[in-house]
Nanobody
Framework: QVQLVESGGGLVQAGGSLRLSCAAS????????MGWFRQAPGEERDFVSS????????YYGNFVKGRFTLSRDNAKNTVYLQMNSLKPEDTARYYC????????????WGQGIQVTVSS
């Protein structure tokens, strides 16, 4: 029903920038929110950022606020995560999720995309 296509990951040096994209395979977005989570090996999945689709209000995790910016393109049902001043600690697999059936529950996920920051 809803497929999420992620792109933009890769390898970058510390201090560099990267932009992740997540596109929902629907013509009109009727969900509640889209967001990003990340998970490094042996660690829990951490919240990165999300956007409420109706209002455009954005939310950020404590560890990324001030460096990352989440935006959207309504026409493309796509969210973009602009990541600046990247640190080695940002190295993780980043997952895009969508709250579709009901608010507060991420019920669709992308495959995840790797972000590696070298020092």
């Amino acid at each position: 029903q809803v497929q999420l296509v992620e792109s933009g990951g890769g390898l970058v040096q510390a201090g560099g920038s990267l932009r992740l994209s997540c596109a929902a395979s629907v013509r009109t977005f009727s969900g509640y929110a889209m967001g990003w989570f990340r998970q490094a090996p042996g660690e829990e999945r951490d919240f990165v950022s999300s956007i409420a689709w109706r209002t455009g209000h954005t939310y950020y995790g404590n560890f990324v606020k001030g460096r990352f910016t989440l935006s959207r393109d309504n026409a493309k049902n796509t969210v973009y995560l602009q990541m600046n001043s990247l640190k080695p600690e940002d190295t993780a697999r980043y997952y895009c999720g969508v709250q579709w059936a009901k608010p507060g529950e991420y019920d669709y996920w992308g495959q995840g995309i790797q972000v590696t920051v070298s020092s």
